[in-house]
């Protein structure tokens, strides 16, 4: 059947629309966003490399430390040593060396193929940058003639550990060994206690930059709670929300983008997508968030709010009374937040004040280390974890309290958790100082209440676009 051609009136006005669609693209496009800019990491990564690499190369007692580099399957701690960009096979090589002072000071080469020396060269991460020739084998004979003429007593690579501190593959540690001959290989050890060591810390300069990561993740938050209506909006409503906004702003995902953000209203489900629950008067939401900025740093906080009943204008006080409760395992845990205290003992503060609360018990740990990833190299806040916190460490932290929910009230005996149980986790991050910790934002003392379906809202905050004030 042909075709019939729209009425000219009707082309036109089409014509106009899409010329008006176009043309205002250019100017949403152009908006600022929060992380926009030149990234502060180039410069960070030098004065990490300078300042903390040598006191977690002392205290690991390692000497060299070997990082092997490939294009498209690369080792996870190529962006910390600056062979994120790294085509051909290449490696950094770093040598804990004396100073004038009689401290220690890192002395680092990069093992390149010659179309990227160029490049290197200008950037100036490594006090040199050398050329390979023959390969992969040219690459392996150039680090073991460099291992040699240093004579390292041990030798740190990416081998065994936590997944952020294995990424040297069977392949290149075989042939790494091969090239090493047996006297050298048998120096080789796993780099995983330095690595912890020198990325738990992070300096100053990062803080700040996590300050300002942290009030964004909690005002997108507060700001998708304030799209709610009763009874018609869903979980994953909440969840696409806060993926545009980040898509507008700039930033990316603080964790895998299929669990992020987690949102759920309804009974306990743990680390998972949202749901496509109906959110209910009655109802108290959770919310893990966690955004990337600068492609660099990530935050992981959790926002509660509560869905006021027809009538209501606060939560009842069985609710309050949870949230106060588990407001306060989170104090009790930040007050256990110290330089030589144990990640245990900051766990077993939180769980005595659950358990004088009347909290079901919960599965995992208070806390955990977070920047460069959401779970992070420093030490975790859970009943196994012995080792200690320090100035630097940046830490996320729930406050718990757990309990049947609602529709199994009076079980007996109590479910396990999450068969039935709902629970505030309550989530913030904290810094820890030379006296104690501090917050990254100020933490969040009440419900965030969302109206009920029909009942007056506040006037919603006008979207954020521009940069946040520095902290």
Same mark, same amino acid.
Do not use: C
């Given at each position: ?28 496009? !152009?908006?600022?966003? $929060?992380?926009?800019?030149? !990234? ?15 006191? =977690? ?52 080469? %990069? ?39 240093? =004579?390292? &007593? ?9 997944? %952020? ?44 930059? %996590?300050?300002?990561? &942290? ?50 209203? @309804?009974?306990?489900? +743990? ?10 008067? +009655? ?46 395992? @989170? ?17 077993? #503060?939180?769980?005595?004040? %659950?358990? =004088? ?52 009230? +009076?079980?007996? $005996? ?39 379906? +029909? ?5 919603? #905050? ?5 940069? $946040?004030?520095?902290?």
């Amino acid at each position: 059947m042909p075709r019939r051609r729209p009425p000219r009136r009707a082309r036109t006005l089409g014509v106009a629309l899409l010329l008006a669609a176009t043309t205002a693209l250019p100017a949403q496009e !152009s908006r600022p966003g $929060p992380f926009d800019g030149p !990234s502060a990491w180039p410069a960070i990564r030098r004065a990490r490399i300078a300042r903390l690499l040598p006191a =977690a190369m002392r205290e690991a007692n390692v000497d060299a430390w070997v990082v092997m580099l490939r294009e498209n399957a690369n080792d996870p701690l190529a962006l910390h040593v600056g062979g994120e960009n790294a085509g051909a096979p290449s490696a950094v090589l770093l040598f804990r060396v004396a100073d004038a002072s009689g401290g220690d000071r890192v002395r680092s080469v %990069m093992v390149a193929g010659f179309g990227e020396a160029i490049a290197l060269r200008e950037l100036a991460l490594h006090d040199s940058v050398v050329v390979y020739d023959g390969g992969v084998p040219g690459l392996e004979r150039a680090i073991a003639e460099r291992l040699a003429a240093a =004579a390292p &007593a041990r030798v740190a690579v990416n081998s065994g550990g936590s997944g %952020m501190a294995d990424g040297l593959s069977w392949t290149q540690r075989t042939g790494l060994e091969r090239a090493l001959g047996p006297a050298l290989a048998a120096r080789l050890v796993p780099a995983e206690p330095m690595v912890r060591a020198w990325l738990a810390v992070k300096l100053p300069e990062e803080v700040a930059i %996590m300050r300002r990561a &942290a009030a964004l993740t909690v005002r997108l938050e507060e700001e998708a709670y304030a799209t709610i209506v009763p009874g018609v909006t869903r979980d994953h409503d909440l969840a696409a929300f806060l993926k545009r906004r980040m898509r507008e702003l700039g930033v990316e995902d603080g964790w895998s983008p299929a669990q992020n953000p987690s949102v759920n209203s @309804g009974p306990d489900r +743990g680390h998972s997508h949202a749901s496509d629950r109906v959110i209910q008067g +009655g109802d108290v939401i959770q919310t893990d968030f966690g955004i990337k900025v600068h492609g660099v740093w990530v935050t992981d906080i959790q926002r509660f709010a509560y869905v006021l009943r027809p009538g209501e204008t606060a939560p009842p006080p069985k609710v309050e009374r949870r949230w106060r409760q588990a407001v306060a395992g @989170g104090r009790a845990a930040f007050d256990a937040m110290r330089p030589g205290a144990t990640g245990a003992q900051v766990d077993s #503060a939180q769980r005595v004040a %659950m358990a =004088a609360a009347g909290s079901l018990p919960v599965p995992w740990g208070t806390g955990h280390a977070v920047g460069y990833w959401a779970h992070d190299a420093g030490p975790g806040l859970n009943r196994r974890e012995t080792r200690t916190l320090a100035a630097g460490h940046v830490l996320a932290f729930d406050g718990f309290h757990a309990w049947a929910f609602d529709a199994r009230a +009076g079980a007996d $005996p109590a479910p396990a958790w999450g068969a039935g149980t709902k629970t505030i986790s309550v989530e913030e991050m904290a810094v820890v100082t030379a006296t104690g910790a501090e917050y990254l934002v100020p933490p969040q003392e009440r419900l965030i209440l969302v109206p009920a379906r +029909g009942a007056p809202r506040a006037p919603r #905050a006008t979207p954020l676009r521009a940069s $946040p004030p520095g902290r």
